[in-house]
């Protein structure tokens, strides 16, 4: 009998919590229902400031934010089963990445924060939980992150070629798969994915994207901008290495506006950022990936005609195409990544790439939460 898992993911853009109900029957893995949730206005404000670097954060903010929304996960479990006519009782496990609001592997006493409380997730919902899935890593002296490179592997990787999976989420993160299984897997952020096209467009149009990326193609790219963005220390950093939105947000650009750039008008500023987003993945794939022979891309990024177009224009060798086409809508890749991490801890089986994240040795992840 197949058994099925629930991944639930919420990534850096705050979008909305992407619940994927995954099969898993022999080797196969299934995507049979898919829900996107939306986080109420208030708790996203709160869980924004929770992730910003200098906030000053009260305790009883950090607790209530951790409850509040591992009561909205446990709701965007049952829509998910609702809709796919799922009884709880068929679901082996849950595997929740949780918000990420600090991720801090550079400090004495390294740690990374994911909240939304796995015991209201398991108790609401009647089905074990697993969460918390990067601090083991981190025990382990890894970065914590990335942790989809594992799952990359065993669905996307190709005895025949050569392939990188490129996430364009808030950041954009990639995972090199060498056709020569003897050679490492590796992966590492390429720098900003939609976070700073989506910052711009917030505050001058009130849209929380730029749908399609037609604001953008309305305009031309400024080359001296995308030149300036271009010297930012992250993007030339060799990997591993990882960034967030601690570093690319609306004050950061602002400050690279002010090295002589406060005369472009606002579309200009926007085209210039989605062709600043393209070139830094690009820049990532000529620099640090040895021949990519296919780029297959998922994340919100993928639906930025715009952003895609840049990208096409600039990959000479590389052939470009969607996760998609290997079976997965790019929606929900993270999501059913975290259904098969839930999957690999419940059967005691290590979740991390040790030469990705840099740990000692692979770990079995997170902590499990009974129904
Ligand atoms: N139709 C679209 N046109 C342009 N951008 C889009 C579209 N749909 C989604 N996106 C972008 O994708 C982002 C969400 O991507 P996602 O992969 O969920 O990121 P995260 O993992 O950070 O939550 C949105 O914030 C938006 O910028
Ligand atoms: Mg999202």
Redesign the pocket.
Known sequence: MPELYIGL????????I?AALVEFDCNHINLIGSHSHSIPQSLKKKLQLLSLDSAEVSLDALGEADTHLGLIFADAVKSLLNESSIKAERVTAIGSHGQTIRHRPDLKHRFSMQIGDANQISYLTGITTVADFRRKDMAAGGEGAPLAPAFHQQVFHSEKENRAIL?????SNITFLPKDKKQNCFGFDTGP???L??AWIQKHKNK???????WAASSTPDQTLVNTLMQDAFISTKPPKSTGREHYHLDWLNQQLQKGHCQLDESQIQASLCQFTSDSIIYAIENFLPDTDTLIV??????????MNHLSEKLIKTKLSSSEDYGIH??WV?AVAFAWLAKQTIENRPGNLPAVTGAEAPTILGAIYPA
């Open positions: 993911m919420s990534g850096t853009s705050m979008d909305g992407d996430n364009i989420g808030g950041i994915g939609n976070t096209m989506d929380s994207y730029d749908n399609n990326g037609l998922c994340g919100g990024g993928a639906h930025n005609a715009n952003l790019p929606d993270e």
